[in-house]
């Protein structure tokens, strides 16, 4: 019996709050510079390793191919943005913001893919966003900090993860390799980012209270991809995007737990969370 999509979907949320809430108490005494580059360390090493244990490189389509290394470049600007948007704003503000992504990625699968959606789904949908509204909206007095541009690190990596899911999911129609294609990403996405360290201001701080941190934060997000991937290679956009998208609830329930020191949680945060809720059971039966 095959697992439903929208079960690795969910799956694949509850690793990203994982990377938001562990990323969040690393960056107490690192950059998201060095989160970055161990994250795409230990994805790039766990996926090939796990590649060749399991049968080595696989025959896949050439246009597949393609695909995934254009969707590796964006990856590292993906990672960096929510990272930065994480330790400029917070992971119970910069999560919901990072989870806007199905709202393009369905856009694009509508538009690009020919996909279809029910009234049900695109409820589900709008149920979703005005929850990540309700969780994200704060006055501005209440970051000390508060800089409104901040809030665009966040919004590219939802925009560009909006982006790549649909280019997923058309790559994995042509080729049904998960593990080998989220190995690909992983090693171009490393590349690349080594390519951008030496011409990028902000330093690498290997601070040792940030090691542990920062290696959860690696593992949950090679699991979360290769969660993502897994679940388009069997589910459409439509479906898995906005699941994967209400990494905030979790992530406000990390906040709760684990960065009580840190960040503080209000009412309309929690309004926010049942209404992602209620969006994910729409979205789970409209799928």
């Known amino acids: 019996m095959s697992i439903p999509p929208q079960v690795i979907a969910l799956c694949a949320s509850l690793s990203y709050a994982c990377v938001l809430v562990t990323s969040r108490r690393g960056m107490q005494y690192s950059t998201p510079k060095t989160v970055t580059l161990i994250s795409l360390i230990v994805h790039t090493v766990s996926t090939w390793?796990?590649?060749?244990?399991?049968?080595?490189?696989?025959?896949?389509?050439?246009?597949?191919?393609?695909?995934?290394?254009?969707?590796?470049?964006?990856?590292?600007?993906i990672r960096l943005c929510t990272y930065t948007g994480v330790q400029r704003v917070g992971a119970s503000r910069s999560g919901p913001i990072r989870s806007t992504h199905p709202m393009f990625g369905v856009c694009v699968a509508i538009t690009f893919l020919g996909e279809t959606a029910n009234l049900v789904t695109l409820a589900g949908v709008v149920s979703v966003v005005c929850g990540i509204v309700l969780i994200t909206?704060?006055?501005?007095?209440?970051?000390?900090?508060?800089?409104?541009?901040?809030?665009?690190?966040?919004?590219?990596?939802?925009?560009?993860?909006?982006?790549?899911?649909?280019?997923?999911?058309?790559?994995?129609?042509?080729?049904?390799?998960?593990?080998?294609?989220?190995?690909?990403?992983?090693?171009?996405?490393?590349?690349?980012?080594?390519?951008?360290?030496?011409?990028?201001?902000?330093?690498?701080?290997?601070?040792?209270?940030?090691?542990?941190?920062?290696?959860?934060?690696?593992?949950?997000?090679?699991?979360?991809?290769?969660?993502?991937?897994?679940?388009?290679?069997?589910?459409?956009?439509?479906?898995?995007?906005?699941?994967?998208?209400?990494?905030?609830?979790?992530?406000?329930?990390?906040?709760?737990?684990?960065?009580?020191?840190?960040?503080?949680?209000?009412?309309?945060?929690?309004?926010?969370a049942v209404c992602v809720i209620a969006g994910t059971a729409a979205i789970s039966l409209g799928g």
């Not at 709760?256 to 020191?261: G, M, N, S, Y």
């Open 49 to 77: 390793t796990a590649v060749f244990l399991t049968g080595g490189i696989p025959r896949v389509d050439t246009v597949a191919v393609y695909v995934f290394i254009v969707a590796g470049m964006l990856q590292p600007i």
């Open 137 to 272: 909206w704060k006055p501005a007095a209440e970051v000390r900090s508060f800089r409104w541009w901040e809030f665009l690190f966040p919004l590219t990596a939802a925009l560009l993860a909006g982006i790549v899911h649909p280019m997923r999911r058309f790559a994995l129609s042509i080729s049904h390799e998960p593990l080998f294609f989220a190995a690909l990403v992983g090693i171009v996405s490393l590349v690349c980012f080594l390519v951008y360290t030496p011409f990028s201001r902000e330093p690498l701080v290997w601070d040792r209270r940030a090691m542990l941190p920062f290696l959860a934060a690696g593992t949950a997000e090679t699991c979360g991809i290769l969660l993502v991937i897994t679940a388009l290679g069997i589910g459409s956009v439509i479906t898995v995007s906005p699941l994967v998208g209400i990494s905030p609830l979790w992530v406000l329930l990390g906040t709760v737990i684990f960065l009580r020191d840190l960040e503080q949680v209000r009412f309309q945060t929690v309004v926010g």
